[in-house]
C-alpha cells in the first residue's frame, strides 16, 4: 500500500470521460473495476506520513463516489426485461424490431441501470462474436446518447454521428445515411437513447415526437432502449379512433414499457428488501469506524427519510456523509453528521414529511426482528 501512495506523480483514480463519445463509452466498457482500498486503522493512518494520508483519503472519496451499481432488485428485474427484448430482437433487417422504453421518476437510478446493461451486453456481445467484424471493422454492439431540450430529427441524427466521430455536417437525411452506414459496419445491435423526454420537446404536440420515434425504429436495423421521465404520460402508447391515437397506437404495439421502483417500506418485503441493500452498501465503505449495521439498523430511517426512497438521492447522500466523516476525521456515519449533509432538492422537498411519519410511528425503514415477530 505505502509503495503504491509515494509515487512522484500520483492522479488518483478519476476517469473522466463522456459515454456519449466512441471513445467514452469503450473507456466505461472496458474499464478495469475499481478495487476497494483496503481497511486502515486509526493506528495505521496516524502512522502515514501527511502525504500518503492525504492520497489514502484521495482514493477513499473517489471510490465512494463510484460505488456501484448495487445489484438491487429493482436494477436486476430490469436488467432481466432487457436481455429478453434485446435477445428475442433477432429479426432480419426489413422487420421493425420491438422497442423499449424505460420510463421512471428522476432520481430512480434508471440511468445507471440502462448505461450497466448496456456495458454487459458490450462485453458478452464481444466475448461470444470477437472485437472485429468479419470485415475488419471494430465491433461496437452498443451506443449510447443523451439528448438535449428540443433536439430535432437532425439533431438526434447528428448525436449519434458524433457517437461515432462522424461528419456532422449536412441534413437530417445526409446525417442519416452516415449513421446507418456505420451501424451496418460495425454491427451495432442497440442504441440507448436517454432523456428522450427532450426529442421535439414538452411543448410539441405527441404525434411529432411519435414520428420521430417511428422514423428511427424504421431507418436504424437495431433495438433500441428509450430513456426518460413522464413520456408515458403524454399518451404516445394509447390506442384511440382518431389518424393521431392510431399513430400513437402502432408504436405502442411496438413498444414495451418498463420502470424502475423506488424503494417501498409501507410492508414487511419492502423494508427487508431496502436492508439488504444498505447491508450491501456498508461493506462497500471504508471508514475506520465502521461496525455492522452502521446503515442498515442505525440509520436506515434517517436514510429512507432524506432520500424519499430514491436510489440516486440515497447514494449522494451516503457518499457525501463518507466524504464528511473522512475530512472531519469522524470515520463513521451516524445521525449527528448526516443531518448535516444537503442532499438533492426533490429530496429534501419530501424530507420533513416523512421525518414527520417516521417520528409519528406510522413509518420505519427497519424490518421487525426475528424476536419481536415470534413474541408476537
Known amino acids: 500500500m505505502t509503495r503504491s501512495l509515494t509515487r512522484d506523480v500520483f492522479e488518483g483514480d478519476d476517469r473522466q470521460y463522456s459515454p456519449t463519445r466512441l471513445d467514452g463509452w469503450l473507456e466505461m466498457v472496458n474499464g478495469p473495476d475499481r478495487l476497494q482500498p483496503p481497511m486502515l486503522t486509526r493506528k495505521q493512518m496516524a502512522a502515514m506520513s501527511r502525504q500518503d494520508l492525504l492520497r489514502y483519503n484521495d482514493i477513499r472519496h473517489v471510490w465512494h463516489a463510484n460505488i456501484g451499481p448495487i445489484k438491487t432488485p429493482q436494477l436486476l428485474e ?11 430482437n433477432r429479426q432480419d433487417g426489413d422487420k421493425a424490431k420491438p422497442a423499449a422504453l424505460v420510463d421512471a ?44 431540450g428540443n433536439t430535432q430529427i437532425r439533431g438526434l441524427n447528428a448525436a449519434i454521428c458524433r457517437f461515432y466521430r462522424l461528419p456532422t455536417n449536412g441534413d437530417a437525411d445526409t446525417l442519416a445515411e452516415r449513421a446507418v452506414d456505420a451501424v451496418l459496419s460495425l454491427r451495432t445491435s442497440i442504441f440507448i437513447i436517454d432523456d428522450i423526454h427532450f426529442l421535439a420537446s414538452a411543448n410539441s404536440n405527441s404525434a411529432r415526437l411519435v414520428n420521430q420515434l417511428k422514423f428511427l425504429s424504421n431507418t436504424f436495423p437495431v433495438t433500441l432502449i428509450y430513456v426518460g421521465v413522464g ?28 420502470t424502475l421502483r423506488p424503494f417501498q417500506v409501507e410492508d414487511e418485503p419492502g423494508r427487508v428488501e431496502f436492508r439488504k441493500v444498505l447491508l450491501t452498501i456498508e461493506k462497500k465503505l471504508v471508514l475506520a ?25 440515497l447514494m449522494a447522500l451516503i457518499n457525501r456523509g463518507c466524504y464528511r466523516a473522512i475530512r472531519t476525521g469522524r470515520e463513521r456515519l451516524d445521525v449527528e453528521l448526516m443531518s448535516k449533509i444537503k442532499n438533492d432538492a426533490a429530496a429534501e422537498e419530501e424530507r420533513l414529511e416523512l421525518v414527520a411519519a417516521i417520528e409519528a410511528g406510522l413509518l420505519t425503514a427497519k424490518p421487525q426482528r426475528r424476536g419481536a415477530r415470534k413474541s408476537a
Open 231 to 258: 413520456v408515458q404520460d403524454r399518451g404516445i402508447l394509447h390506442e384511440g379512433r382518431s389518424a393521431i391515437e392510431a399513430l400513437h397506437a402502432q408504436f405502442g404495439r411496438r413498444t414495451t414499457a418498463l
Open 105 to 148: 421518476y428522476p432520481g430512480i437510478g434508471k440511468s445507471t441501470a440502462v448505461r450497466e446493461f448496456g456495458r454487459d451486453f458490450h462485453r458478452e456481445q464481444i466475448k461470444v462474436r470477437g472485437e472485429t467484424t468479419p470485415e475488419g471493422h471494430r465491433r461496437v454492439p452498443v451506443i449510447y446518447i443523451a439528448l438535449t
Open 78 to 88: 430490469l436488467h432481466d426485461d432487457l436481455y429478453e427484448i434485446v435477445g428475442s
Open 289 to 313: 469506524d465502521k461496525y455492522p449495521g452502521m446503515l442498515a439498523d442505525d440509520l436506515a430511517d434517517h436514510l429512507l427519510a432524506h432520500s424519499s426512497g430514491h436510489f440516486a438521492s
